[in-house]
């Protein structure tokens, strides 16, 4: 790793309440900064986290969708911490399941809420937080020539992918990787990467596998199968280690790529839980 860890570093991450994003919050915790997780609904685990890093996490409640809850959690980072040097933008959903020809009507409105949630939410969250993210000011421990705000955005292979019954969501993620180009090229003091965070174990698997199969081709669909039947589905902590590691490490000549987690590069700032 090129540096240390600076303790003192604020993330904000969004779907932190269950599965990989919870798996990432716990590595962020156990790694010493802060945290502000934007939450729609808390889960009990995460109450209970919350309660155990008390002065460390704090959670702002709110809808990723709705602009002014994303202002208010940048919010929330500088009035309890004073700094913000991360985003970690997980947030998402996966819905509506269906072919292109099903998309019209009154089906569209579902694709809006989609996009509401897996693109225009990034653009709205990282409008607020960018002047946070560029300020070296007040920033104890950033080293000079390291990057003074980094953004993660959690991308998926659905970005270069054509899975059938997926279009909405393959969209929106490609969508969010021509954000992360761009950020790459706008903001120098910034460094921007997408990940594909593999297949964890985590409800997004449980739902298409029991919901797939009414939308995907058998083929797409029995891969999917194949890889719980055969156990070959990834712990959370593995990809959210990455996650981590990259929100508080990634150099800036990573700056505009969409990586693979297990890629040499990016599993070379994986943390541990």
Same mark, same amino acid.
């Given at each position: 790793?090129?540096?240390?860890?600076? %303790?003192?570093?604020?993330?904000?991450?969004?779907?932190?309440?269950?599965?990989?994003?919870?798996?990432?919050?716990?590595?962020?915790?156990?790694? &010493?900064?802060?945290?502000?997780?934007?939450?729609?609904?808390?889960?009990?685990?995460?109450?209970?986290?919350?309660? %155990?890093?008390?002065?460390?996490?704090?959670?702002?409640?709110?809808? $990723?969708?709705?602009?002014?809850?994303?202002?208010?959690?940048?919010?929330?980072?500088?009035?309890?911490?004073?700094?913000?040097?991360?985003?970690?933008?997980?947030?998402?959903?996966?819905?509506?399941?269906?072919?292109?020809?099903?998309? &019209? &009507?009154?089906?569209?409105?579902?694709?809006?809420?989609?996009?509401?949630?897996?693109?225009?939410?990034?653009?709205?969250?990282?409008?607020?937080?960018?002047?946070?993210?560029?300020?070296?000011?007040?920033?104890? &421990?950033?080293?000079?020539?390291?990057?003074?705000?980094?953004?993660?955005?959690?991308?998926?292979? =659905?970005?270069?992918?054509?899975?059938?019954?997926?279009?909405?969501?393959?969209?929106?993620?490609?969508?969010?990787?021509?954000?992360?180009?761009?950020?790459?090229?706008?903001?120098?003091? $910034?460094?921007?990467?997408?990940?594909?965070?593999?297949?964890?174990?985590?409800?997004?698997?449980?739902?298409?596998?029991?919901?797939?199969?009414?939308?995907?081709? =058998?083929?797409?669909?029995?891969?999917?199968?194949?890889?719980?039947?055969?156990?070959?589905?990834?712990?959370?902590?593995?990809?959210?280690?990455?996650?981590?590691?990259? =929100?508080?490490?990634?150099?800036?000549?990573?700056?505009?790529?969409? $990586?693979?987690?297990?890629?040499?590069?990016?599993?070379?700032?994986?943390?541990?839980?």
């Amino acid at each position: 790793m090129s540096s240390p860890i600076q %303790k003192q570093q604020t993330v904000i991450l969004t779907g932190a309440s269950q599965g990989l994003g919870f798996a990432t919050l716990e590595i962020l915790l156990k790694a &010493g900064v802060n945290v502000v997780a934007v939450q729609r609904t808390e889960s009990a685990q995460l109450t209970a986290l919350a309660d %155990k890093y008390q002065g460390v996490l704090f959670i702002s409640k709110g809808d $990723v969708a709705k602009d002014e809850d994303n202002r208010a959690a940048v919010d929330v980072a500088m009035q309890s911490f004073g700094r913000l040097d991360a985003l970690i933008l997980n947030a998402g959903q996966m819905g509506p399941l269906a072919p292109v020809s099903a998309l &019209g &009507g009154p089906a569209l409105d579902g694709v809006k809420e989609l996009f509401d949630v897996n693109f225009f939410s990034l653009v709205s969250i990282i409008s607020h937080a960018l002047p946070h993210l560029r300020r070296r000011e007040r920033k104890e &421990g950033l080293v000079d020539g390291e990057p003074a705000g980094r953004i993660v955005l959690v991308s998926s292979g =659905a970005a270069t992918g054509g899975v059938t019954g997926w279009a909405a969501y393959n969209a929106s993620k490609a969508a969010m990787n021509s954000l992360g180009r761009t950020l790459g090229n706008e903001e120098k003091e $910034v460094v921007t990467v997408s990940v594909r965070p593999g297949t964890p174990n985590t409800d997004m698997q449980t739902k298409i596998r029991e919901l797939g199969g009414s939308v995907m081709s =058998a083929s797409d669909h029995a891969r999917f199968m194949g890889l719980h039947e055969r156990g070959e589905l990834l712990p959370p902590h593995e990809p959210g280690g990455v996650l981590a590691g990259l =929100a508080l490490l990634a150099p800036e000549q990573m700056s505009g790529t969409f $990586v693979n987690w297990n890629d040499e590069e990016p599993k070379s700032f994986q943390l541990k839980p």
